[in-house]
């Protein structure tokens, strides 16, 4: 397959498109942030939506920016469940209520999908070393992954990083630098340093093909509701690359003719952590409205300076999508209110789309037809210390005197 046949790299600020190459990340013109590029595919009569032969995200092969030769690594990443809760739509009012669970990938989190793309693209390009810089499940994720593929990852995260996450890289090998600053001072460092030392980058809306892998949740879960696409997805926003990405694969099956409508994309971010909402309620043109010493329950979005912003307020336009913001409080809530209702136990970058569930019923935008869906993004073992303050129940200390043995 002819990879540069298949698909080109188009500026999302200025239009412009380029042919792949091994070092472009961003358009040259317009820079990182305002030009994040975008993959555009040319579709024919031989494209197929579904090779079912393959495992995982592979399956959807043809809509993605891969070759077939190297082959990515072996490891299974997708096909995660999505799990139906009853409990949920009695309580809301709602006709159907779907939690697509990613916290059951390879290290437990959607992040998994982006980082076998970017080490298949790394390993066509002949690199042997990847950098990203991550609050913890992009880390995580590329750690996880580079270990079977032969690969050395270069993580750069906040020394305030959950322990569980920094934990899971040095298990898998990875290269470890605690940042003494925020994720966006971490973020930029890694660039610094791993551009210098010619590594692979998998940073978040830099490389351009973690979208394409990340897109892949999204076609499990329509694929999974036989075609027939639920009325609002929501999703929790940090770089916003997420939330890209689910428009995009309903924008490529919509063109393929294979569902009949575009859902609503409600993207949720955090009070003290919505650069992107603001971006997106100052209207056109989108600008970066970045927020210094950005704070969130929900660690894996805390982005004070989001570097997908232009795409993500640009998608939400096309397809009417739009943000709104919760409280520390109702995420921490939301943790165990969605693990006691569905029995999934999301972080809480995933509970996160459930609070912003809860807002739209209190407001009374929820009709009794609605079809929505939750994209949960990573697994609540990973930061518990998150879930404890808002835990009303206490381990009870039980005495085994008098019992034989003790």
């Known amino acids: 397959m002819n990879v540069a046949m298949k698909y080109r790299l188009r500026c999302v600020h200025c239009g412009k ?3 792949p190459e091994p070092e472009l990340y961003t358009c040259p013109d317009c820079k990182d942030r305002l030009g994040t590029l975008e993959v555009i595919y040319s579709f024919s009569s031989k494209t197929q939506w579904i090779r079912p032969e393959n495992p995982g995200i592979w399956r959807y092969a043809d809509l993605l920016p891969i070759r077939e030769d190297p082959l990515p690594p072996h490891l299974y990443v997708g096909n995660t469940p999505l799990i139906r809760s009853e409990k949920i739509e009695r309580e809301l009012g709602i006709q159907e209520l779907w939690i697509k669970d990613d916290g059951k990938n390879p290290t437990a ?24 810089a991550s609050t913890g499940n992009a880390a995580s994720s ?6 079977p593929a032969g690969l050395k990852a270069h993580i750069y995260l906040p020394a305030t990083a959950p322990e569980a996450k920094i934990a899971q890289l040095l298990i898998y090998g990875a290269e470890v630098f605690a940042v003494q600053g925020s994720y966006d001072q971490a973020f930029d460092l890694s660039l610094k340093e791993g551009f210098q030392k010619d590594w692979y980058c998998r940073n978040s809306a830099i490389n351009p093909y973690l979208l394409e892998g990340k897109k892949t949740g999204t076609f499990e879960l329509i694929q999974d509701l036989k075609m027939h696409a639920p009325d609002l997805i929501l999703v929790g926003v940090g770089d916003g690359t997420v939330y890209s990405s689910i428009h995009k694969a309903v924008a490529e099956l919509f063109q393929l003719n294979l569902i009949d409508r575009i859902p609503i994309i409600v993207g949720v971010q955090g009070e003290n952590a919505n650069a992107i909402r603001r971006a997106f309620s100052n209207g056109e043109p989108y600008l970066p409205a970045d927020i210094e010493n950005a704070t969130c329950l ?17 998608w939400a336009k096309k397809h009417d999508g739009f943000f709104l913001t919760v409280s520390d409080e109702e995420i921490g809530v939301s943790i165990s209110a969605l693990a006691r209702k569905s ?17 739209l019923k209190d407001e009374g935008h929820l009709n009794a037809k609605a079809r929505v869906a939750l994209m949960i993004t990573g697994n609540g073992l ?13 381990v009870t200390p039980v005495s085994v005197k008098g019992i034989r043995g003790a």
């Open 17 to 19: 498109e380029f042919s």
């Open 109 to 132: 989190s959607f992040k998994d999908r982006a980082s076998v793309v970017a080490i298949a693209k790394a390993i066509e390009y002949g690199y042997t070393d990847i950098f990203a």
């Open 142 to 147: 590329l750690a996880g992954l580079c270990a």
């Open 298 to 314: 929900a660690d894996s979005i805390s982005v004070g300076k989001p570097r997908d912003v232009i795409k993500a307020c640009q």
């Open 343 to 359: 029995g999934v136990f999301a972080e809480p970058a995933g509970a996160i789309a459930y609070a912003g569930l809860k807002q």
């Open 382 to 394: 990973k930061d518990v210390r998150a879930a404890k303050p808002y835990l009303t129940e206490k």
